[in-house]
Nanobody, 120 residues
Framework: VQLQASGGGLVQAGESLRLSCAASGSFFSIEHMGWYRQAPGKQREFAASIGRNGDLDYAPSVKARFTLSKDNTKNTLYLQMNSLRPEDTAVYYC???????????????WGQGTLVTVSS
């Protein structure tokens, strides 16, 4: 499973960005998909996720500002980020918990990360 993340960039506080994460390769199913982020000098932290049945979960720091959606026909995940703040500055990594076969175990796959920089 390959994950290609895109959409990062430099914006001013209050502006918006949309990140995309496209899954490709051979897999049977994606059980769970989402985003983590890692700010400079800090540990990677959870941002948002969506389960196979559409259940959404957000970190408190992004809830009400970020919206996660998934296009199952394209196997692509989107993170709409509104009202961005300087503290949202981080490398954003998408991940997918996927099975490569019907009977295979779920494994975690990571994208390469996309940098979001929010200036004040």
């Amino acid at each position: 499973v390959q994950l290609q993340a895109s959409g990062g960039g430099l914006v001013q506080a209050g502006e918006s960005l949309r990140l995309s994460c496209a899954a490709s390769g051979s897999f049977f199913s994606i059980e769970h998909m989402g985003w983590y982020r890692q700010a400079p000098g800090k540990q990677r932290e959870f941002a948002a996720s969506i389960g196979r049945n559409g259940d959404l979960d957000y970190a408190p720091s992004v809830k009400a500002r970020f919206t996660l959606s998934k296009d199952n026909t394209k196997n692509t995940l989107y993170l709409q980020m509104n009202s961005l703040r300087p503290e949202d500055t981080a490398v954003y990594y998408c991940y997918a918990n996927a099975r490569t076969t019907a009977s295979g175990r779920v494994q975690v796959y990571w994208g390469q990360g996309t940098l979001v920089t929010v200036s004040s």
